[in-house]
């Protein structure tokens, strides 16, 4: 009998692409190794500590024995929480609506393993979040991408979108404000588009993990503004990652219809089960302690302001670099394609890496979300390392 041996991973995982990130973290760690200093520009998280009423509710959770296992959405107190978080933005949502995962990342991949399937298609734009392409092709689902303009600041139109919805189009995921660009949709917009999404039966995703973000006032547009006309077609993922600098702790939540929580909840219940007991305490009280959670939330919106004006002013300031202030978010995007021939690189994965070998300095080739012109730099890195990042990087374009 003749036993199989050689191993085979599955075509799933085979449709899975490396990142063009890859390349960049290699050469960051071999850096590293070698003892180098680098200024990493590349990482999208905040630089705060989590709050300290936060950590210590997270602290009396595992000393009271919080250490069980929950229901699999979430404790019952989270998800009221959460759905009267909602209900203060005006939409009426209970905790039968609501579902708590690990994450941001797990609740959209969550989503798009319940609603998407071969043969679908699904649409969104670029610039786009990383993971977006792989979660759909994981469900077996096709991207479909329609690119936003950079002459309308990347902000996602329905004039962009429409030319790319076809009959097999089942889904649509928006990101707002949006991973790299910043940009956030406007209000008229996004009830455009909604109307159109539903109207062709498109279930929408809507991504607003950096909803407090946004600069000079800039109000957040959100489904929740029209939930009335719109909430059995759409689901809206949220997390405690980026607004209570929690990305370590795991925590984010889905908010929809209620056949989508329930399949949602039951697909998680056969892979992670709940979100870690402890962070979903320490959430609780980001959650319901409203003041101390808005202070700390407004402290860290003034301190991004403060670098992204910097950022951007001295990113426009080198010579063939040009770099639009983000609506929100924490990255600043900017278009280095006209140094691209100078630099001797033909795109910006390895733009970047040569940024990286001979100024020292880590940002995210914009090829990762599906614009090659463009490169990410962080601002969620402290004053001085963004003062000497930009520094070095003015030095290394004029050296080219
Ligand atoms: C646009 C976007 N969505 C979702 C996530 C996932 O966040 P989480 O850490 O909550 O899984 C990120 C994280 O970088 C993001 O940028």
Known sequence: MKVETSLRLTRRVESIRPSPTLAISRTLAEMRRQGRDVVDLGVGEPDFPTPDFVKQAGIRAIEGDRTRYTDTPGEISLREAIAAKFRKRGAAVDSSRVAVSAGGKQTLFNACQVLFQEGDEVLFFSPYWVSFPEMVRLAGATPVIAPARAENAFRPTLEDL?????????????????????????????????????DRGLFVLYDECYEFFLYGGRPHASPTDLWAEHSEHVLISGAASKTYAMTGWRLGWGVGPKAVIAAMSAYQSHSTSNASSISQEAALAALTEVE??????????????????????????????RCPPPDGAFYAFADVSALYPRAGVSGSVEFSKLLLERAAVAT?????????????????????????????????????
């Open 162 to 198: 429409r030319p790319f919805a076809t009959e097999k189009s089942r889904g649509l995921i928006l990101n707002s404000p949006n991973n790299p660009t910043g940009a956030a949709i406007e209000e008229g917009e996004l009830a455009k588009i909604l109307a159109w999404a539903r």
């Open 292 to 321: 101390r959670a808005d202070e700390s939330v407004r402290k860290m919106l003034a301190e991004y302001a403060v670098r992204r004006d910097r950022i951007v002013s001295a990113l426009n300031a080198v010579g063939g670099v």
């Open 364 to 400: 995210i080739p914009g090829a990762a979300f599906g614009e090659d012109r463009y490169i990410r730099f962080s601002f969620a890195a402290a004053r001085e390392e963004i003062e000497k990042g930009v520094r070095l990087f003015q030095e290394f374009a004029s050296s080219l």
